[in-house]
């Protein structure tokens, strides 16, 4: 069973750093795809960004040139530092991990969530 375990959450300043991890267990197949996701209060769940095995990485708009994502394949291990945070990115952020398969398509694997709060 594949279990997704985030750390780093927590509340910062507005102009302040974080680091999410997230450790991905379980699988019998590497992940193509891993990611960060967040759900704010009353909206919808977003990507923020994502990266693949080969290292290709995307970004939402609103954090490109202040959120980094990485990951480390031999540990199954996805990051993301983020600087320069703003209360905007107050919200809940998950993990997310893909394995796409040939036939059957995507699956899709979430972590439990790790809350961001950026005061003002």
């Known amino acids: 069973q594949v279990q997704l375990v985030e750390s780093g959450g927590g509340l910062v300043q507005a102009g302040g750093s974080l680091r999410l991890s997230c450790v991905a267990s379980?699988?019998?197949?590497?992940?193509?795809?891993m990611g960060w996701y967040r759900q704010a209060p009353g909206k919808q769940r977003e990507l923020v960004a994502a990266?693949?095995?080969?290292?290709?990485?995307n970004y939402d708009d609103s954090v490109k040139g202040r959120f980094t994502i990485s990951r480390d394949n031999a540990k199954n291990t996805v990051y993301l530092q983020m600087n320069s945070l703003k209360p905007e990115d107050t919200a809940v952020y998950y993990c997310?991990?893909?394995?796409?398969?040939?036939?059957?398509?995507?699956?899709?694997?979430w972590g439990q969530g790790t809350q961001v709060t950026v005061s003002s």
């Open positions: 997310n991990a893909r394995i796409l398969w040939i036939v059957t398509g995507p699956s899709d694997y």
């Open positions: 379980g699988s019998s197949r590497s992940f193509n795809v």
């Open positions: 990266i693949t095995s080969g290292g290709s990485t």
